[in-house]
C-alpha cells in the first residue's frame, strides 16, 4: 500500500509561519512530482505549489514569495514552509504526489488526508 500522511496543521496569527510535512510510505520505487493543494470550504481545490524529483519548484502567485516548498527524498517526504499567513490561506492542505510502484514499475497519484490550516487576524 502507498499512504500520505500530513502533519503540522494548526491555529496560528495573521503574520506568522507554519510548517506541514508530508510523508510517503509503501511499496515506492521513486516518487516524481510531489506537490500541496488547498480547500476552502465551497470553494474549488487549488494547487498551491509542486517541486519535481530535481528540485525545480513552481508557486500559485497567491503564495509567491511567503511558501516555500522541499523535499527530503531519503524519508520519502514533503515539506511547505509558510511565512507571513493570511486570513485567506485558510483551508485544509493536501499532500500529493506521483509515486512509481514496485514491482510494476507503474505510475499512480495519490492524494493525502489532509490537514487543517487556519490563520485568524
Known amino acids: 500500500q502507498v499512504q500520505l500522511v500530513e502533519s503540522g496543521g494548526g491555529l496560528v496569527q495573521a503574520g506568522g509561519s507554519l510548517r506541514l510535512s508530508c510523508a510517503a510510505s509503501?511499496?515506492?520505487?521513486?516518487?516524481?512530482?510531489m506537490a500541496w493543494y488547498r480547500q476552502a470550504p465551497g470553494k474549488q481545490r487549488e494547487l498551491v505549489a509542486t517541486?519535481?524529483?530535481?528540485?525545480?519548484?513552481n508557486y500559485a502567485d497567491s503564495v509567491k514569495g511567503r511558501f516555500t516548498i522541499s523535499r527530503d527524498n531519503a524519508k520519502n517526504t514533503v515539506y511547505v514552509q509558510m511565512n507571513s499567513l493570511k486570513p485567506e490561506d485558510t483551508a485544509v492542505y493536501y499532500c500529493?504526489?506521483?509515486?512509481?510502484?514496485?514491482?510494476?514499475?507503474?505510475?499512480?497519484?495519490?492524494w493525502g488526508q489532509g490537514t487543517q490550516v487556519t490563520v485568524s487576524s
Open positions: 500529493n504526489a506521483d509515486c512509481v510502484i514496485s514491482p510494476s514499475f507503474t505510475l499512480y497519484n495519490y
Open positions: 517541486i519535481t524529483r530535481g528540485g525545480a519548484r
Open positions: 509503501g511499496s515506492i520505487f521513486a516518487i516524481n512530482t
